[in-house]
């Protein structure tokens, strides 16, 4: 939480510095003499159609961000879930031994934290996803006909699923066209107020910066939550949470620690 605040602070002190920048380059045209613009009710549609463009393209990456808050939740399940069935491959089959496929498990939830934080490439992922296939598929073999292994599949198909999903949500922009015409209209919106002519310079300056500021902030925010999983950029505030990602991991370390303490004390009774 105290890095978002840091991020969003920074973010709102870059916003400001431009539209501190715009309204200069204002007052440097009113100085020289420059603005040849008269404003007009054409004007007012000018701005009409750009807050429509901005708030298109709003509504569209709000909802692929709802959609994106559930991704974090659901691999921590699916991790959780896959954990705890292969756990249970010993309980059912009690000579079965599943220590390297519940290591393999935590070295999987360790890997998908580091890379939906851009700690590592997409490639070291899905390698460390394979081998904790292999080795959920060889814990599953200790069992006869259960529907535990269909879980364990299905479970696993879908944390796949998920990582491909995050992997298209990082590398797709919304509707691309779109974004460069609010660019578009936001430039020649904010052109066009600084060489408006027809009222007060003060009262133009004050217009321009509030106009500005929220024009440059609303295109920064759109393209923030554009990539709800932008952890590597330091102009990125607006990322889902990933706290139930890195509690479960815990959980699974906590796990795999209990599992291999019982095995500890089975031995030593067998042994006794």
């Known amino acids: 939480m105290r890095a978002k605040r840091k991020r969003r602070i920074i973010v709102l002190t870059r916003v400001a510095l431009i539209s501190v920048l715009i309204t200069a380059v204002k007052s440097v045209v ?26 298109f393209l709003l509504n569209g990456v709000l909802s692929d961000y709802k959609e994106s808050e559930k991704l974090p939740g659901e ?49 070291e992922l899905l390698r460390v ?3 904790t296939h292999d080795q959920v598929v060889l814990a599953s073999s200790w069992l006869d006909a259960s529907s535990l292994k269909g879980r364990l599949m299905t479970e696993m198909s879908f944390l796949l699923r998920s990582i491909h999903r995050i992997d298209v949500i990082r590398e797709t922009d919304f509707v691309t066209m779109v974004y460069w015409l ?29 106009i500005s500021f929220l024009l440059v902030f609303v295109l920064h925010l ?3 939550i554009d990539n709800p999983f932008g952890f590597s950029d330091p102009s990125s505030a ?16 906590k796990l795999i620690t209990s599992h291999t303490l019982i095995d500890q004390q089975a031995h030593i009774k067998t042994g006794v």
């Not at 009690?94 to 590592?120: E, G």
């Not at 600084?194 to 009262?203: A, E, N, R, W």
């Not at 607006?238 to 370390?253: A, N, P």
């Open 30 to 55: 009113h100085a020289i003499g420059w603005e040849f613009i008269s404003v007009n009710p054409l004007f007012s549609a000018l701005v009409a159609s750009t807050v429509f463009l901005l708030g």
């Open 75 to 123: 691999i921590a399940s699916s991790l959780m879930l896959i954990a705890r069935e292969t756990r249970a491959v010993a309980i059912h089959t009690p000579k079965a031994n599943v220590d390297a496929s519940l290591l393999a498990i935590r070295d999987l939830s360790q890997a998908v934290l580091k890379w939906i934080k851009s700690d590592s490439p997409t490639e």
């Open 129 to 131: 996803y394979d081998h």
């Open 182 to 210: 609010a660019n578009l209209a936001t430039v020649i919106l904010c052109g066009g107020l600084i060489f408006s002519t027809g009222y007060p310079h003060h009262d133009s300056a004050f217009f321009l910066f509030v």
């Open 222 to 224: 759109i393209s923030d």
């Open 238 to 253: 607006e990322d889902v949470d990933l706290e139930v990602l890195e509690y479960t991991h815990r959980r699974i370390q």
